[in-house]
Nanobody, 123 residues
Framework: QVQLVESGGGLVQTGGSLRLSCAASGRTFSSAFMGWFRQAPGKEREFVGAISWSVGTTYYADSVKGRFTISRDNAKITVYLQMNSLKYEDTAVYYC????????????????WGQGTQVTVSS
């Protein structure tokens, strides 16, 4: 079993920045990818981005490309989501995830999820 714990959410003004962290623990961590999704009230969970654990290749949703950056620390088994130029529409609960079962942009394929952290962007 893999445990994922997110931190770093909060309230920020439009144009501001936040950095989310996701620490993985549990049985030997061997996920090929780690990802970030978000879910706003009344909306489906949507893909934000992902990173390949071994090579560090990153993938982003068009809505965050150029503003968000995913990075990882292999030694700490931690992935980060740096969010800059935040917009009101970025307000959501952000989830860290590991072990995709197929297409990385599809939420239902991922095996492990964190508890989520709230990000609120005030207009």
């Amino acid at each position: 079993q893999v445990q994922l714990v997110e931190s770093g959410g909060g309230l920020v003004q439009t144009g501001g920045s936040l950095r989310l962290s996701c620490a993985a623990s549990g049985r030997t961590f061997s996920s090929a990818f780690m990802g970030w999704f978000r879910q706003a009230p009344g909306k489906e969970r949507e893909f934000v981005g992902a990173i390949s654990w071994s090579v560090g290749t990153t993938y982003y949703a068009d809505s965050v490309k150029g503003r968000f950056t995913i990075s990882r620390d292999n030694a700490k088994i931690t992935v980060y989501l740096q969010m800059n130029s935040l917009k009101y529409e970025d307000t959501a609960v952000y989830y860290c995830t590991a072990s995709p079962g197929g297409e990385i942009t599809v939420a239902r394929g991922w095996s492990y999820w964190g508890q989520g952290t709230q990000v609120t962007v005030s207009s």
